[in-house]
């Protein structure tokens, strides 16, 4: 079993940027498919990115492609997610997620969540 722990989140004014990283320890890293995922008050969780294993393929929501940038360094044991260009509406608890299935990215199906960090953006 993973253990993720997100960090980097905070308040920013629309139009600035925040990088979120994802730490995980357990088992091997570089075995475990990444993703990040977020739910704002009264929603639904939603998919946000997701990354494979070796981070040579990264897919996106269709709303967020050329805003938001997932990236993964297996020797830190750590996904990122950059996001630029903010909004209000990105205000979300945003959560980091693992599996070893390697069409995890595809399927957007994780079985292993981080705790979240808060991000608000305001206007």
């Known amino acids: 079993q993973v253990q993720l722990v997100e960090s980097g989140g905070g308040l920013v004014q629309a139009g600035g940027s925040l990088r979120l990283s994802c730490a995980a320890s357990g088992r091997t890293f570089s075995s475990y498919a990444m993703g990040w995922f977020r739910q704002a008050p009264g929603k639904e969780r939603e998919f946000v990115a997701a990354i494979v294993r070796s981070g040579g393929t990264t897919y996106y929501a269709d709303s967020l492609k050329g805003r938001f940038t997932i990236s993964r360094d297996n020797a830190k044991n750590t996904v990122y997610l950059q996001m630029n260009s903010l909004k209000p509406e990105d205000t979300a608890v945003y959560y980091c997620?693992?599996?070893?299935?390697?069409?995890?990215?595809?399927?957007?199906?994780?079985?292993?969540w981080g705790q979240g960090t808060q991000v608000t953006v305001s206007s």
């Open positions: 997620a693992a599996d070893p299935d390697p069409l995890s990215p595809a399927h957007k199906r994780f079985g292993s």
